[in-house]
């Protein structure tokens, strides 16, 4: 697929849905040219969320990776260790509420997508981005109350985990031409 009809998932969280943010996200992908070519609303069962977020030694590490790198030298713990409590918490807030699930569609739209987005740890998120402006959550602050970040949207991270996470959301028959 060219990078001019590429395709993403965004995911607004049950965070997103219940502080009424799901207009404002959408019109953000909307006002760069991003099209919607698939949309819905669902509350997401555990087995969903546990086949959204992989299960490989590479994908835990990356996670256990990025958390333990929030805290400097404070903390030390095994990335792989990590990366399976930060997923058994990530199932759990994802199927907490509804969600709402989208496919985008457009030119580098995984690329714009995650810019709009913003960092994945709120308090590196630049104003402007959905992150940055609307939420103030951290890691460290869900560390300590053992829960997932409250980051409001998830955003694929490449064109390959698109593909994949648009095949756990959406059959093709879902997905507009």
Same mark, same amino acid.
């Given at each position: 697929?060219?990078?001019? *009809?590429?395709?993403?998932? =965004?995911?607004? @969280?049950? %965070?997103g +849905?219940? *502080?009424?943010? !799901?207009?404002?996200?959408?019109?953000?992908?909307?006002?760069?040219?991003?099209?919607?070519?698939?949309?819905?609303?669902?509350?997401?069962?555990?087995?969903?969320?546990?086949?959204h977020?992989?299960?490989?030694? %590479?994908?835990? *590490?990356?996670v256990?990776?990025?958390?333990?790198?929030?805290?400097?030298?404070?903390? !030390?713990?095994?990335?792989?260790?990590v990366? @399976? =409590?930060?997923? @058994?918490?990530?199932?759990?807030?994802? #199927?907490?509420?509804? +969600?709402?699930?989208i496919?985008? @569609?457009?030119?580098? &739209?995984?690329? =714009? &997508?995650?810019?709009?987005?913003?960092?994945?740890?709120?308090?590196?998120?630049?104003?402007?981005? =959905? *992150?940055?402006d609307?939420?103030?959550?951290?890691?460290?602050?869900a560390?300590?109350? %053992?829960r997932?970040?409250?980051?409001? +949207?998830? &955003? #694929?991270?490449?064109?390959?985990?698109?593909?994949?996470?648009?095949? !756990?959301?959406?059959?093709?028959?879902?997905? !507009?031409?």
């Amino acid at each position: 697929m060219s990078s001019r *009809r590429e395709r993403t998932l =965004i995911l607004i @969280k049950p %965070d997103g +849905v219940k *502080r009424k943010l !799901v207009g404002e996200i959408v019109s953000r992908f909307e006002k760069v040219g991003l099209k919607i070519i698939a949309i819905k609303m669902l509350v997401p069962t555990k087995a969903l969320a546990q086949r959204h977020y992989p299960s490989t030694p %590479d994908w835990y *590490r990356s996670v256990g990776k990025k958390l333990i790198g929030t805290y400097g030298k404070e903390k !030390v713990k095994d990335p792989l260790k990590v990366g @399976k =409590i930060v997923k @058994k918490r990530l199932c759990e807030f994802v #199927s907490s509420g509804p +969600v709402v699930a989208i496919v985008l @569609k457009g030119p580098q &739209a995984v690329d =714009i &997508a995650r810019k709009i987005v913003g960092s994945t740890e709120p308090l590196k998120s630049d104003v402007g981005t =959905i *992150r940055g402006d609307f939420t103030v959550d951290s890691y460290k602050l869900a560390d300590q109350e %053992d829960r997932a970040v409250q980051n409001l +949207v998830h &955003a #694929s991270s490449s064109r390959k985990e698109s593909k994949r996470e648009i095949n !756990v959301w959406f059959n093709k028959k879902e997905l !507009v031409k």
